[in-house]
């Protein structure tokens, strides 16, 4: 079983990860081909909060919601700021920022419930996306791991979330690393080199006072430290730097891009 391979439903092209759907975890990690836009032209832009036409990002996200089976009207957003801060999806914030980007959870980049058929949303455009799982129950997560978020340890907070919430065991939980900038391609300088100093063994040295920093297995090594097994934790090992024809970058596009979506819900 490869660990990450390419759909096509609905027209829509989209990453998944088959062993998150053998556990009845619909997911996607959507391409940026095939949709609406006026900030990059006929491209599936997934994101509300990039300056991009409102009514083409809501028809993209229609589309999505056909191709993966689920009702818009539950999907659930927050507004990402960088930072590790997680919150919870019940019944009462079900739906936040599904169409309308004012009415999405603020300043989090990390979604857990344990709710079935709620979708949640992240948006990225090099940054990490993770989905974690619960195998034994329906408790889920999707979080937003930049290098702030990366360092402040936001995999591990969630890990807690969805242990200290929901009641999960940590042996059962498995971690699946989404497409983003690879270590081939995001090249940091020393503020980022000097917050790190714990993970200097995820860094390269490129030109003087520049590194190459390798977000998965900082991620990775954050999961393992929590007790997650190494066996349980999957990454897509797609760059979204060096594939900027499939997934949008904001590197690779010098800011102007639109986002991917990371989808998570348990049937």
Known sequence: MSDFVLKLENGIWYGVFPRLEVLNIVHGFTCRLHGQSDLVASELNMALHVGDNVQKVIANRK??????????????????????NIALVTKKNVGSGATDYAQTIGSVDGLVTNLKQVPLMLFFADCVPLILADQQGDTIAVIHAGWRGSLGNIAAKAVEVMINNYGVQVEHIVAAIGPSIGPCCYEVDKSV??????????????????????????????????????????????????????????????GKTGRLAAIAYKK
């Not at 089976?69 to 927050?78: A, E, I, M, P, R």
């Not at 999957?234 to 010098?254: D, G, H, P």
């Open 63 to 84: 589309k999505v919601a056909m191709a993966l089976g689920f009702d818009l009207n539950k999907v659930t957003t927050c507004a990402q700021v960088h930072g590790n």
């Open 193 to 254: 080199w000097d917050a790190a100093t714990r993970y200097h063994d995820c860094f390269v040295p490129t030109t003087p006072g520049h590194w190459l920093f390798n977000l998965w297995q900082i991620n990775r090594k954050q999961l393992e430290a929590k007790g997650i097994l190494a066996g349980n934790i999957m990454c897509a090992n797609v760059c979204t730097f060096t594939n900027k024809e499939l997934y949008f970058s904001y590197r690779a596009e010098n």
